[in-house]
Structure formats: C-alpha cells, structure tokens
C-alpha cells in the first residue's frame, strides 16, 4: 500500500495524469468516404492511435458463467485510424481477441463478438459514457458478429408466419414466400440506437442516422469498420467532437453492458481545431484523493479490494477511472442524482437502495451530493479516481 | 406491481401427465421459427430432472435480502436437448426408421420414472409448469432494457420484443426457466398467458383444453371466485418453491392422495406416506403440511357429512364453473381507470410503439 501510495504521488506531482484531452486526428481525404470499405487502400495512409478500453464494472450482471468468465479481465488496446472527407467521418478499429464468436441460430448460449461507436448529441456537456443522460442523447452504432442472421423478412418482424403445414391451401404462396424470405432474410446485425439515460436505448429504423458498418476476423485480430454523415438529424459534428468506443467478446459472453469501453474521446477533423475543453483531465493530489475516497466514499461504493461496503449498496468503482471522464465524476460527486446507474430492476434490492424512482421513472440517487466539499479535495479525488482501473493486456 | 392479479390454481391431484396441455399451447404458440425446443407449458415427472434438465439447481430468483442471484442460461445441447425429427420420407423406400441427431434430453425426458421401489414405496407425481406471472419477477427484474412488463389489469408478465436486445439475463434471473431465447429473432419470449384469449373472456388454451379438469383461473382479489378461495381461505393452494422469492402467481393443490406404502410381506403400512413430506415441504414450502391436513379433514368431513365447500370446488362440476373470466372485463376495467382500452392483442407487444420515426425524448418519460 505504502509502495502504491508513493507512486501515486509521484504520479500526481509529475502531472503524468495528462491535463489535456485525448484526441484522435481525422486524416482529411478528397476521396468519397461513403464508399470506403475494411480493404480500401486509403487507411494506409492513416495513422493508427490507440484507445484503451477498460471491462465495465459498475455493476455486476446476474449470468454466473458471465461474471465468472469475466473476473481477471483486463483492459485492451484499440487501435484506431480516423478519416474525413468534409461530409463523413470514418474509423478503422483494431483489437486483439483470440476467438472468432459468433451468435448461431443453433444455440440459446452463443454470443457474438461486436463493437460500438457512440456520438453525443449535446456539444457543451458530456452525456454518461454509457447510454447517455436527460437531455443529452447519444446516438451508437452496434455491430455484432452474427454472420448472417435469419428473421422471417430481415426488418425485426416477427409475427409474420406462414403455417407450413397448410400445402393444400398455401402451396404456391408458401413456395413464393419462401423464396422472398431466402432473398431478404440474411444479412448482418448492424442497428442504430438512440439513448438518453439507461433503460431509454431505442433503435432507429427510419434511416435517420445512416451508417456502414463492417467486421472481418483474421489470425486473432477483429478489424471494424463505421462510416457515417457528419451531419444529420440528430447529429452535427464539427471541428472537434467526442467519441467513445466498446468491444464485445463473445467468448466471454459478452453483451449489453458487459464489454470493454472506452471513455469519451476527442476527434479533431483538423490540425487546427481545439481540442474540447469538456474533455480535459483535472490536475489533482491522487493521494490525498485515496485518503478522501475513503473517508467519503468507501461505506457505499466498492473499489478494487476496498470491499467495506455490501454489493449492490452504490455502482462498483473498481475501473472509473478507465471509462468515466473527469468531468462526469465532478459532477457526480457534487450532483449524484444527474446520472443515475440504474443497476437491476428496484424489485431486486429491498434493502439498500441506490435510487428511488418516481411513477415517471425519474430516479434519484440515495447519495448525498457532496458539493461541501472544497475545489481541492474534488480534484484530488477524482485525480485518485482517475487512477482506478486495471492494467492493459499485454 | 400490477393493480389485479390473474392466477391459475393446477390440482395435482387430478393431472394425469397426457400433456393435452403441453400439446395445446405447442400448436397455438411454439411450433416454428426457433421456437421449436420452447414449452411454454411443459409437464414433468416427479422426482425428475424437468425441463430444462435440473431447473431447479441453475440459479435465479431472490436471495433472503431481497437481491437477485446469479442463474445459469441453460444450453440447447445439455439442458433443453436439441428437438429431434425422424426419417419420415425414407422410411417408404426400406430405410430404417431414426432420429435426425443423437438426442440427449428433451422435455418429458424421465417420464413416470419415478423413486422408491415396486411396489413398496415408490412413487411419482406429475407437475404441469408455466410461467408463473410472478409478482416481483427474477425475469424482469434481471433485464437492464426495460423489455420486460407486467400489465396494469392483470399482471401479466410479457416481454416487448421491440425492446429485448436479446441478452437473455432474463433466463438466468428466472428461477423456473421459464423464458426462452429464441435463436432465430435473437430475442426472448415466454408465456402469455394466452392474453389474446383472457382479454375475450376465454381460459388460456392449457387450462381449458385439460383433460384432467385441474386448473382454475380467476383474479385473486375475486372473493367469490374458486381461485380466491383455494389460494387465499382454504390455503390449500400453494407457490412452487416460494424460496425462490417471485411470489409466482401459479398455484398448486399438493399431492397428497397416493396409496400408503407396503412392508416385506405385502401388508399395508397404516399411517405412511408414500410421497415423503420432505419433499413436499422442498416444493412447496412448510404450508405444505397445513394444507394437506385440510385437505384431509374435509375429505373426511365430506365423507361423513356429505358436506364440503373445499371439495365441491376441486372435483368442478361444470367446466365453466373453473374460469372466472369475464369477456367485458378489460374494457370496463379499462374505462373505470381512465385507462385506454386494451386492443385484442397488445399494442405494445405488436411492433409499432418503438419504431415510429425518432423525435427527441421529452423529459422523464422513460423509466
Ligand atoms: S416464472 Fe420466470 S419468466 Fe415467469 S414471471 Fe416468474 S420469473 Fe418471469
Ligand atoms: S392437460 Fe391437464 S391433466 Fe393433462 S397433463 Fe396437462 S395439466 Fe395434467
């Protein structure tokens, strides 16, 4: 403890927790991006930047296999090319993952490997790096390896069924029908979402925020691909805006909030264009912040092996610091109830309760805001907060 | 919470394990489009595995805190047994007839097998097993989209399938396995209750095609109805596994008639049970002993005075007599709470209420 707490110092005062945001240079291109495929030789030109990506820990899911699977997680590098034609903007992530998973029509435990991408509707605030928040919507496009995927017509339509029995009646509709569905039937899992705040997550399918999107496996490495507008309905993305980024790993079965996942990072389109002040880091005494973190925060919330607090009693902290930004941890200190993680359904914990909800569904937090507390000891401890997270895989 | 409750009380009693039930529900709702292997209403032999094999030790439900256990989502190959055809079409041209895979499990697996030895003390009992439309449901408690509802009228438990992203934390959360994952839509569907036929005053298809006439259905705040009373005067109705901590709202009348067990030399034992209560008292909890001596005491009442509310009810004299249902309920039920009233199927099961063009969310509108 002594050894980490001298580094952490250390850390602090050599201010290696950078002040300014991360930030991923758009590659300007004249060619037209929206048709720019995994292979085009114009990612040779860009520069690959590197995300890490850290195991969402807040809370815990209820699939035994899952949290077991998932215990010695680690974090991973993405490494990520940007580019830009004026009008869309394009990224190519990489990462390592050793199996190829995908969800087969054969299985009820298959999952898939996948990936996301998460835009902020609101330029002068960051919404939660999750799914958003009140009034600051993110717009996320998911793909998932299913390979090709089997609905009766492909658009999310269920109900249409045809009796297969019925021959005498149906037979030439039935062999027509059949055929439509061969024709349209198969394709990848590729959605658009819109979310504000958890439980909210509604995909988009009037086309509102086009997108294209690729995966391909090869020799242990996941490429992916998304292209879209820089502009549309509910988007406009400028000079510089955030990005955040998360992985699935199917062989871990991975899916909703069990994945690995970026923070909120900065894309600058040009050279030029500042970089956004609502991402910058806070320059803090993470000691100190370890001591205070203690004091104020350890009877609810757990942490790596800080475990005084009973499970479920607050959202677990063990990797904040990966996947939350400084500023959304200041303003959960001082204003808890402006996120709140919704954890499982209210019918699972009599006992201690994060949040209440009201008939609307609004949920206040059961933590007291902490805005008592001076600049000083809020800096410092989300300097400490910043720190906590597991290592990257080599 | 729900503002009224629909139950089904099943006699175990009466079930003769023909599966007419299972057979009724499999055609009406889960015969295709990767739905094959689902049993929205199964029957299984006790003591046996069940289905899914070993239910009852993957996990789920509520710990005595109040919070939600983890729970294993069992596997087509291991527990639900991968559903099986046969050769059909060759068997015309000489082919021997056989299965289309290897099967391994499947529901009704360890059918009348039983415990006990022949013919001292063995014994089975069959236990019909639906989603039970739970009032604090590990289903719907487990799932982090808000996919799964309990409607307001009635409580029943429903998954929106524009809303399920198809993670399946639902069927680690239930502890009676009682949802399924749906391969081909990559969503999770479970028993409606046959909503579409309660909402026009008709039984669900299991209870009103049973064969053995052993399953109610009402509202349990019906004083007057058969429900109320097994459920909640009589209390001879109880939750499978209460432990569990769902507060299922499908009840059981215990077995409790099964002939008394033999010694070495054939004769009766006077006194003994053939189904030992422990085992009662693991599926039903410790009301069991309570229940079964009423059940007794008015068999015995009904004997000697010829007179018995509790047994009038369970032998049901007239089919109609089981189902308190009510064709207008949901429209008066509806407008006397200013509510809009229900279409004969639910609008938000029916895709629509989600995929209408985007518009920002107004706030406080989504839970
Ligand atoms: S029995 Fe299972 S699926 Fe049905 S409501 Fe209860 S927890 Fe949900
Ligand atoms: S139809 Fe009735 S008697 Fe037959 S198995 Fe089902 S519940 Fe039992």
Not at chain 1, 212 to 240: C, F, I, N, T
Request: a neutral charge; proline letters at 5%; aromatic letters at 10%.
């Amino acid at each position: 403890m002594k050894t980490f707490k001298t580094i952490m110092m250390l850390v602090s005062l050599l201010g290696l927790n950078s002040l300014m945001a991360q930030s991923l240079n758009a590659l300007h291109v004249k060619e037209d991006l929206s048709k720019v495929s995994l292979t085009s030789p114009l990612w040779q030109k860009a520069k690959a930047q590197s995300v890490e990506v850290y195991p969402q820990t807040t809370i815990e899911m209820n699939d035994a296999e899952l949290v077991r699977a998932n215990e010695a997680n680690l974090a991973k590098i993405l490494h990520v090319k940007t580019l830009s034609d004026g009008k869309s903007v394009a990224f190519l992530l990489q990462w390592k993952d050793k199996t190829k998973s995908l969800q087969t029509v054969q299985s009820t435990t298959d999952y898939s490997d996948g990936f996301a991408v998460q835009f902020s509707t609101a330029n002068d605030k960051l919404p939660y790096i999750g799914m958003g928040s009140e009034n600051r919507a993110v717009i996320v496009h998911l793909q998932k390896a299913t390979g090709t995927i089997f609905e009766p017509n492909n658009s999310g339509d269920v109900y249409h069924q045809v009796n297969t029995s019925n021959q005498n009646t149906f037979a030439k509709e039935l062999t027509s029908y059949k055929n439509e569905v061969a024709k349209q039937g198969s394709g990848d899992y590729q959605r658009a979402f819109i979310a504000e705040g958890f439980r909210s997550m509604t995909q988009i399918r009037d086309n509102a925020e086009p997108s294209l999107m690729e995966m391909k496996y090869d020799k242990g490495m996941w490429s992916a691909l998304l292209v879209r507008p820089l502009k549309s309905e509910h988007l406009s993305l400028q000079d510089s805006f955030p990005v955040a980024f998360a992985i699935w790993d199917g062989e871990k079965k991975n899916r909703d909030g069990s994945k690995l996942l970026s923070a909120w990072v900065g894309v600058s389109l040009d050279a030029k264009a500042k970089a956004l002040a609502l991402l910058d880091e806070v320059k803090g005494d993470a000691s100190n912040g370890e001591t205070l973190m203690m004091e104020n925060c350890s009877a609810c919330h757990q942490y790596k092996t800080v475990k005084n607090a009973p499970n479920y009693m607050a959202p677990n902290l063990s990797n904040i610091g990966g996947y939350a930004n400084a500023s959304y941890l200041k303003e959960s200190i001082m204003e808890p109830s402006a996120v709140v993680v919704p954890g499982y359904n209210l019918n699972a914990h009599k006992n201690f309760l994060w949040y209440t909800s009201d008939e609307k569904g609004v949920r206040t937090s059961t933590m007291p805001p902490f805005a008592h507390l001076d600049e000083k000891s809020v800096n410092d401890l989300v300097a400490f907060m910043k720190t906590l997270k597991v290592e990257v895989e080599k | 919470m729900s503002q009224r409750q629909l139950a089904m009380v099943m006699d175990l009693n009466k079930c003769i394990g023909c599966q007419t039930c299972t057979v009724s529900c499999k055609t009406q709702w889960t015969n295709r489009n990767g739905r094959e292997y689902m049993y929205w209403n199964n029957v299984e032999t006790y003591p046996g595995e069940g289905y899914p094999k070993k239910w009852q030790e993957l996990g789920g439900g509520f710990d005595e805190a109040g919070d939600l256990k983890a729970g294993v989502v069992p596997s087509l190959q291991g527990e639900y047994g991968v559903p099986w055809d046969y050769n059909h079409d060759e068997l015309a041209s000489g082919a021997a007839f056989k299965p289309h895979v290897d099967p391994k499990w499947g529901p009704n697996w360890d059918e009348d097998e039983g415990a006990g030895d022949f013919p001292n003390d063995n014994y089975f009992f069959y236990i019909p097993r639906i989603c039970n439309h739970c009032t604090n449901p590990g289903c719907l408690s487990a799932c982090p989209r808000d996919a799964i509802f309990k409607r307001d009228q009635d409580g029943v438990v429903l998954v929106d399938l524009d809303r399920c992203q198809g993670y399946r934390y639902c069927i680690a959360g239930c502890p009676y396995k009682k949802i399924y994952f749906n391969p081909r839509i990559s969503k999770s569907e479970k028993c409606i209750l046959c909503f579409p036929r309660i909402e026009k005053g008709l039984p669900p298809a299991c209870a009103q095609q049973c064969v053995g006439r052993i399953r109610f259905v009402g509202f349990l705040d019906d004083e007057e109805g058969q429900v109320y009373k097994l459920v909640k005067k009589f209390k001879v109705a109880l939750p499978l596994r209460p432990d569990y901590g769902t507060e299922s709202n499908v009840y059981y009348v215990p077995p409790t008639e099964a002939p008394p067990k033999f010694d070495a030399s054939g004769k009766i034992i006077e006194g003994s049970e053939r189904i030992p209560p422990e085992v009662l008292e693991k599926l039903f909890g410790k009301e069991v002993h309570e229940a079964a001596r009423t059940l007794r005491a008015e068999m015995k009442k009904r004997k000697e005075t010829g007179e018995s509310e509790l047994m009038d009810l369970l032998i049901a004299y007239k089919h109609e007599d089981m189902f308190r249902l009510d064709g207008n309920y949901y429209a008066e039920y509806a407008k006397s709470k200013g509510m809009p009233v229900i279409k004969p199927v639910d609008e938000r099961y029916l895709s629509g209420k989600f995929t209408a063009k985007m518009t920002f969310f107004t706030k406080g509108a989504h839970a």
